[in-house]
C-alpha cells in the first residue's frame, strides 16, 4: 500500500486534477498546497484527498510529489467539502470554486507577503561594549543604547523619524554588533483608527427572545447535531445588530469564531466600526475581508484568519470563505439583498452556502432582514427554518410618516421639463435645513440625464457595443454606457436629422446634485454613487462626515439605501419609486418594496420621529402601497400566492442557460441545438422554455440567447443539465454559461 493524493492543479480554468504518489517521512493533509512535476515542468496544486492504495497493478507509474510549498492547509477540511457542495450544485469546475476561495496573492509557489529591512541586536553584543565608543563613533553608541532599550527596530524609521545614518549602522553591522534582517509587515486596513471599547445595551423583550433562539440553536445542535438556520425578521431599527454583537460575544467566550457577512462594500466600514468597538479588547481578532480592500490588505486579513489570529471576519459575499476553524455563529446581515449572487463563475448565493456551510460546520445560522427574501419566508412557512420577529424599534421609536407623491400630478402642474423635487418634498428639505437636521434623498440611477434624445425624429443614443440606451455624465461630459463602459461626447446635434433641438431625457443623481445646490444654495450637499467615491476610503470618510453633521444632504444611489444608522437623519426622499419596477423579471416588485421600505428605515431612527417621501407615477402598485404601511408580511402572502400560481421560485427552481457569441446567428443555433438536446429527453416533472433572445440581447458586443428550466429540485436540474451537456460541444466562438437560482433574468 502506497499513499497516493490527488492534486487540483492550479490553471486558468480546466479542472485538473492527478495523483501523486508521497514520499516516506512526509504527512499530507487536504487543503495543502504543495509543488509537482508535470509535463517536464514543474506546477502548484491544491491536495483534495489523500488515500493509501494498491498501486502494483497500475499500467503506468505515478511520479511522487515535489514538495510542501505550505505546511498549514489553506483550505480546512469544511471548505473542501464546502468547494465540493459548490462545484456540483452550480455546475461549475472545482478550480474555479478554490480559486474564488484562495485571495490572488497565496497562489503560487509564493506568497506575496510584504516586508521590510529591521535592525536587531547581535548574540555576540553585550552592553560593556558601549565603554569602548568613543569621539566619532558616538553615533554609533547611539543607536546601539536607542536598540537597547527598545528592541528590534525598522531600518526606516531608524534612518528616517530618529535621525540615524546608514553609515553608522552598516559599520556596526560589520562589527557584528547587529544584525539587519527581513520582517513579514501585516496590512490592516484600520490600523490608523483608534477605537474606544463599546458595551452591550440593554435588549428589549423582543431582541432578548432573539438572542435566545440562537443560543438553544447552538444546545441543540450539540445535542443532535441538526443545523436549522434562524430567520431573524425585524424591522428597520429594531436592533438587529446588536442581537448579532451579543450572540457573537457568547460564541467568542465558547472558545469559537463568527462569520458576519453583509452585502454592500457600503455598509462594511460602519459594520466595521461597531464591531472593532464591541470588540476593542480583542480588535486584533476582527478581520475585514471585501473587495475594496487592496490586494495586500485583503492577503494580510485573510492571513489573519488562517493563522488563527482572527477570530471574527466581517466583510462580503466571498468572506464565506474565511477559514475559520472551530465556528461558532454565521450571521448573514441583510440577506435578501440581490448582491450576495455572484454573477460570474462559480455562480454561487453566498447566503445559501452559508447555510450550507453551517450544516456541514455544525454550527448556528443567523438570516436577518426587515424584508426577508421570499425564498427564506417561505422556508420558515414549511419550517426549514425557525422564525423570530422583532416587530419594534428600539426604544419603541415610531416607525417613520411614509407619504406617497402622484408625481403624474406634479408633472401636469411643471412649466417645462421633468419634475425632480415635488412641492412637498422641497418644503420638508427647506423645514428640515431650519431645524438644523439632516435629509437623505434617494435615486438608482446615477449620472445626469437617463439619455438625450431628439424630439424631431425620435433618435436615442444608444450604446454599440450592448442593446442599452447611453447616460450622460455632464461632468466628464460624455455618454456612458452602463453595461460594458463605452464612452463617447455627446453630440451637438442630432447624428440623424441635424437637428440642434436635442435634449436630455429623465435625470440621475449628478443631475439632482446640481438641481439642489441650485434650489438650496446653503446648504451642504453631497453625492454617493460610484461616480463620486472613486478614492480609497473616500466612502468611509463621506459617510463619517455625515454622521458629525458636516453634511446637511446626502444624495445617492443604493449605496446608501440600507444598514446605515444616521440619526439626526429626519427625512427620506425617494425621488423615483417606479426605477425597475417596470421590468421583465419576477422579482421586480420584491427587489422593489425591499428597496423602498429599507431607504425608508433610515428616517427617524433617533430621538426625533422621521418622514419619508415617496415620489412615483404608479402610486397604486402593491409594492409601493405595501411599503408605505410597512406591511411586509401583507405583500409577502400577496407575491407568494402569484408566484406558486405561475410556477415562479420559491416554488420552483430554475436552471438559466446562456449562449453568447460575437456572431448572432452563431449564438442563436447554438442555444437551439442544446434546446433540441435538453428537450429530447425532459423528464415530466421538468418544465423547458422555447429558446429566446435574452432581454438585454446585446452586451459588450457579444449576442445573447438563453432558456430557462425548471422543476421543484434544484439538484435534479443540475444533475439533468450536466448530463446532457457533457459531451455536446459548440463553436470556439461559442460560451455557454449555467446559472442554477439565477437572481437576473437578463
Not at 60 to 85: C, N, Q, R
Not at 337 to 355: G, T
Not at 519 to 533: P, Q, S
Not at 584 to 600: K, N, S, Y
Request: glycine share 6%; hydrophobic share 35%.
Amino acid at each position: 500500500m502506497e499513499t497516493v493524493v490527488k492534486v487540483l492543479v492550479d490553471g486558468a480554468s480546466d479542472d485538473l486534477t492527478f495523483s501523486y504518489t508521497v514520499p516516506k517521512g512526509l504527512s499530507l493533509v487536504a487543503g495543502q498546497r504543495v509543488r509537482i512535476p508535470l509535463r517536464n515542468r514543474g506546477a502548484i496544486g491544491t491536495v483534495i484527498a489523500v488515500e493509501d492504495l494498491d498501486i502494483s497493478g497500475l499500467p503506468y507509474e505515478l511520479k511522487p510529489i515535489g514538495g510542501l510549498v505550505s505546511k498549514d492547509p489553506f483550505l480546512t477540511p469544511g471548505l473542501m467539502k464546502l468547494a465540493s457542495w459548490i462545484s456540483s450544485f452550480y455546475l461549475t469546475p472545482i478550480e474555479s470554486v478554490f480559486r474564488t476561495m484562495l485571495p490572488k496573492p497565496s497562489r503560487g509557489e509564493s506568497e506575496k507577503r510584504k516586508t521590510e529591512k529591521v535592525v536587531s541586536l547581535s548574540d555576540s553584543f553585550s552592553s560593556t561594549a558601549l565603554e569602548g565608543f568613543s569621539g566619532r563613533q558616538v553615533k554609533q553608541k547611539k543607536v546601539l543604547e536607542y536598540l537597547s532599550s527598545n528592541g528590534t527596530e525598522s531600518l526606516a524609521r531608524l534612518t528616517g523619524a530618529l535621525g540615524f545614518s546608514r553609515s553608522s549602522i552598516k559599520a556596526l553591522e560589520d562589527k557584528s554588533y547587529v544584525t539587519v534582517g527581513e520582517r513579514i509587515v501585516t496590512r490592516d486596513p484600520l490600523a490608523e483608527v483608534e477605537y474606544v471599547e463599546s458595551k452591550p445595551l440593554s435588549l428589549n423583550e423582543e431582541q432578548a427572545e432573539a438572542l435566545k433562539r440562537v443560543l438553544a440553536s447552538a444546545r441543540e445542535i450539540e445535542i443532535s447535531g441538526k443545523v436549522k438556520p434562524i430567520l431573524l425578521y425585524g424591522v428597520t431599527g429594531s436592533g438587529k445588530t446588536e442581537v448579532y454583537l451579543q450572540a457573537i460575544q457568547k460564541a467568542i467566550d465558547a472558545g469559537k469564531g463568527a462569520i458576519v457577512l453583509v452585502p454592500e462594500i457600503a455598509l462594511t466600514p460602519q459594520t466595521a466600526d461597531r464591531f472593532k468597538k464591541r470588540f476593542a479588547k480583542i480588535k486584533d481578532q476582527v478581520a475585514i475581508l471585501h473587495s475594496n480592500l487592496s490586494e495586500g490588505e485583503r492577503h494580510d486579513e485573510w492571513r489573519k484568519v488562517l493563522e488563527q489570529k482572527a477570530r471574527i471576519v466581517i466583510g462580503a459575499r466571498s468572506a464565506i470563505f474565511s477559514p475559520i476553524t472551530n465556528l461558532g455563529l454565521i450571521v448573514v446581515d441583510e440577506e435578501h439583498e440581490n448582491s450576495y449572487k455572484q454573477d460570474i463563475s462559480p455562480r454561487y448565493q453566498a447566503r445559501d452556502v452559508a447555510v450550507v456551510r453551517g450544516h456541514l460546520e455544525k454550527c448556528p445560522v443567523l438570516l436577518g432582514s426587515a424584508t426577508p427574501s421570499l425564498e427564506s419566508w417561505s422556508n420558515t412557512q414549511n419550517e426549514k427554518y425557525e422564525l423570530t420577529i422583532m416587530s419594534q424599534r428600539i426604544d419603541d421609536r415610531k416607525m417613520p410618516l411614509i407619504r406617497i407623491i402622484d408625481m403624474r400630478q406634479e408633472s401636469r402642474k411643471a412649466q417645462a421639463g421633468p419634475t425632480i423635487l415635488s412641492h412637498k418634498l422641497r418644503q420638508s428639505i427647506e423645514e428640515r435645513l431650519s431645524n438644523g437636521e439632516q435629509t437623505i434623498l434617494f435615486l438608482n440611477r446615477r449620472g445626469f440625464a437617463k439619455n438625450i434624445l431628439c424630439p424631431e425624429c425620435g433618435y436615442v443614443a444608444n450604446c454599440r457595443h450592448c442593446s442599452t440606451t447611453m447616460t450622460l455624465h455632464r461632468k466628464e461630459d460624455r455618454l456612458v454606457c452602463h453595461i460594458c463602459g463605452f464612452s463617447q461626447l455627446p453630440p451637438k446635434n442630432c447624428p440623424e436629422c441635424s437637428s440642434k433641438s436635442i435634449v436630455n431625457a429623465g435625470y440621475g443623481t449628478e443631475r439632482v446634485e446640481e438641481v439642489l445646490k441650485q434650489v438650496f444654495d446653503r446648504a451642504r450637499i453631497t453625492r454617493v454613487d460610484t461616480d463620486a467615491m472613486r478614492r480609497k476610503n473616500q466612502l468611509r470618510d463621506t459617510l463619517n462626515d455625515f454622521r458629525a453633521n458636516k453634511i446637511d444632504i446626502l444624495v445617492g444611489t443604493q449605496m446608501i439605501a440600507k444598514g446605515l444608522h444616521f440619526p439626526n437623519v429626519t427625512l427620506v426622499g425617494i425621488l423615483n419609486a417606479d426605477v425597475g419596477l417596470h421590468i421583465p423579471d419576477i422579482r421586480a416588485g420584491e427587489r422593489t418594496f425591499q428597496l423602498l421600505t429599507q431607504v425608508a428605515g433610515r428616517a427617524g431612527r433617533g430621538e426625533l420621529e422621521g418622514e419619508v417621501v415617496v415620489q412615483t407615477y404608479t402610486p397604486h402598485h402593491p409594492s409601493i402601497q405595501f411599503a408605505r404601511h410597512h406591511d411586509f408580511e401583507g405583500f409577502a402572502d400577496q407575491e407568494l400566492q402569484m408566484r406558486r400560481q405561475f410556477g415562479h421560485p420559491p416554488y420552483l427552481h430554475l436552471v438559466l442557460i446562456t449562449a453568447r457569441s460575437v456572431h448572432q446567428q452563431r449564438a442563436e443555433f447554438s442555444l437551439k441545438t442544446l434546446h433540441a438536446r435538453l428537450a429530447k429527453g425532459l423528464p415530466n416533472d421538468m418544465r423547458l422554455t422555447e429558446p429566446l433572445p435574452s432581454p438585454l440581447v446585446k452586451s459588450h458586443d457579444q449576442w445573447r440567447y438563453q432558456v430557462i428550466l425548471k422543476a421543484t429540485s434544484a439538484r435534479k436540474l443540475a444533475a439533468y443539465v450536466s448530463q446532457e451537456m457533457r459531451d455536446l460541444t459548440f463553436p470556439s466562438d461559442v460560451i455557454v454559461t449555467v446559472d442554477v437560482d439565477p437572481y437576473s433574468m437578463g
